[in-house]
């Protein structure tokens, strides 16, 4: 791994360790995983026993646990993060799949060129 993924990857666990902690300390239930790729996230347990795994979006500094718009948050304010994450949870996760929060970045690219 070179020291820019290594780097970014390190960002992500201190992020989503303090999401983590934050959570349980709020009795949610929370556990910090690294995915057999190496993508660390935090699985969260919702009010009717569905999880979701949160993750880390460095570029747009967000946390999501999901495609939709509301299951993203800004994870530079903490507790705010923590807040939000803890009432999806508490209202239940969305049925159905977990979205992936991807962007193609050559498409936007070309939608912009003059």
Same mark, same amino acid.
């Given at each position: 791994?070179?020291?820019?993924?290594?780097? +970014?990857?390190?960002?992500?666990?201190t992020l989503l360790a303090a999401l983590r902690n /934050?959570?349980?300390? +709020?009795?949610?239930?929370?556990?910090?995983?690294?995915?057999?790729?190496? +993508?660390?996230?935090?699985?969260?347990?919702?009010?009717?026993?569905?999880?979701?795994?949160?993750?880390?979006?460095? /570029?747009?500094?967000?946390?999501y646990w999901g495609d939709q718009s509301d299951e +993203?948050?800004?994870?530079?304010?903490?507790?705010?993060a923590v807040a939000r994450v803890q009432q999806a949870? /508490?209202?239940?996760?969305?049925?159905?799949? /977990?979205?992936?929060?991807?962007?193609?970045?050559?498409?936007?690219?070309?939608?912009?060129?003059?």
């Amino acid at each position: 791994m070179s020291s820019i993924k290594e780097r +970014r990857r390190a960002c992500e666990e201190t992020l989503l360790a303090a999401l983590r902690n /934050q959570l349980v300390e +709020r009795d949610v239930s929370a556990v910090l995983l690294i995915e057999d790729s190496g +993508r660390p996230g935090v699985e969260v347990l919702d009010v009717a026993g569905r999880t979701r795994r949160i993750y880390v979006h460095l /570029q747009f500094r967000w946390f999501y646990w999901g495609d939709q718009s509301d299951e +993203r948050v800004f994870c530079l304010e903490l507790p705010t993060a923590v807040a939000r994450v803890q009432q999806a949870a /508490q209202d239940g996760w969305r049925r159905g799949e /977990q979205g992936e929060l991807s962007f193609n970045l050559g498409a936007l690219a070309e939608a912009y060129r003059f």
